[in-house]
C-alpha cells in the first residue's frame, strides 16, 4: 500500500510495476487479497505506464493460466517487443504451441539476462517439451536449446567480465548443469556429437557430478569409441564415488 501510495503521488522507479505485480501474484493469500488482484492492478497500470514490459507480461500471464491464448498471444508480443526476456518468451512459445501458430521470430538472444534465470527457464521449457508428443517436439528442442544456449554464452561473462549481478546460489555447479542440459539436447535430437563433447568437457572443470559423466559415456556409446568410455568411467567416476565405484 505505500508503494502504490507514494506511485499515485508522482513516484517512478523502472521496476516498480514489477515489484507491486510480483507480490500480488504470489502473496495474494497472504495479503488477504484475491488470485486475480494482480492482473486488475495491470489493467489499472496501463493507465499510467502504456509501455511497461511487466505489464504486458503479467497480463498475459494471467490470460494464459486462464486458458485465453488467443488473448494471451499479442500481450507476450508487446512484451518482447519491449525488451527479450526468457519468460516470456518461454510463455509466449507454450502460448503458440497451444493456438497451433509459429513464432513471429525463430532466434532468441537476451544478452543482458542473469545467466541463472535463463538456466531455469530452460529447464521449465524442456519440461514443456516433455509434453510435446508431435511434429512440433524437435522445434520446441531447439527453442529449449537456444535458452540453454544464451545462459551458457551468460555464465562465461558472468565469470569473466563481472556483467552481472553476483549470485548467492552454487553458479559454478549450475553453470556445469546447464551445460548438461544443453549437451543432451545437441547430442539426442540434433546429433552434434563434438560440440556436446566440447561443452560437457568445460563443464566437467566446473563441477563434476553422474549425470555429465553419463552423458559423456551414452555420445561415445553412439560413437563406439570404447576406450574413451573406460578413460571417462575411471577417471571421473572412482574420483566421484572416492575411489569405491
Not at 82 to 97: G, H, M, Q, V
Not at 148 to 173: I, V
Request: proline fraction near 4%; hydrophobic fraction near 35%; charge should be negative.
Amino acid at each position: 500500500q505505500l508503494f502504490k501510495t507514494e506511485f499515485n503521488n508522482g513516484f517512478r522507479h523502472p521496476q516498480y510495476s514489477d515489484f507491486i505485480l510480483t507480490i500480488e501474484r504470489f502473496q495474494a493469500q497472504n495479503l488477504g487479497i484475491n488470485e486475480d488482484q494482480y492482473y486488475q492492478t495491470a489493467l489499472e497500470l496501463e493507465k499510467t505506464l502504456p509501455a511497461d514490459f511487466y505489464i504486458f507480461f503479467y497480463k498475459a500471464v494471467y490470460l494464459y493460466e486462464q486458458e485465453r491464448f488467443e488473448e494471451a498471444l499479442p500481450l507476450f508480443e508487446k512484451a518482447l517487443a519491449i525488451k527479450p526476456n526468457s519468460r516470456a518468451w518461454r510463455r509466449y512459445l507454450e502460448c503458440c504451441y497451444h493456438l497451433g501458430k509459429d513464432p513471429i521470430d525463430n532466434e532468441f538472444k537476451s544478452p543482458n539476462e542473469h545467466p541463472s534465470d535463463l538456466y531455469n527457464q530452460g529447464v521449465l521449457l524442456g519440461v514443456f517439451c516433455d509434453g510435446v508428443t508431435d511434429e512440433k517436439r524437435l522445434e520446441y528442442k531447439k527453442y529449449t536449446a537456444d535458452i540453454y544456449t544464451n545462459s551458457w554464452e551468460n555464465f562465461k561473462r558472468y565469470f569473466e567480465n563481472d556483467a552481472f549481478e553476483t549470485s548467492y546460489l552454487p553458479m559454478e555447479h549450475t553453470r556445469a548443469m546447464c551445460g548438461n542440459n544443453l549437451a543432451n539436447i545437441l547430442y539426442e535430437y540434433f546429433q552434434e556429437y563434438d560440440r556436446a563433447l566440447e561443452i560437457l568437457d568445460e563443464s566437467l572443470t566446473y563441477s563434476v557430478f553422474p549425470e555429465l559423466i553419463s552423458t559423456k559415456i551414452k555420445i561415445y556409446e553412439i560413437q563406439e569409441n570404447y576406450e574413451a568410455i573406460i578413460t571417462t568411467a575411471t577417471r571421473y567416476l572412482e574420483d566421484y564415488y572416492d575411489g569405491n565405484p
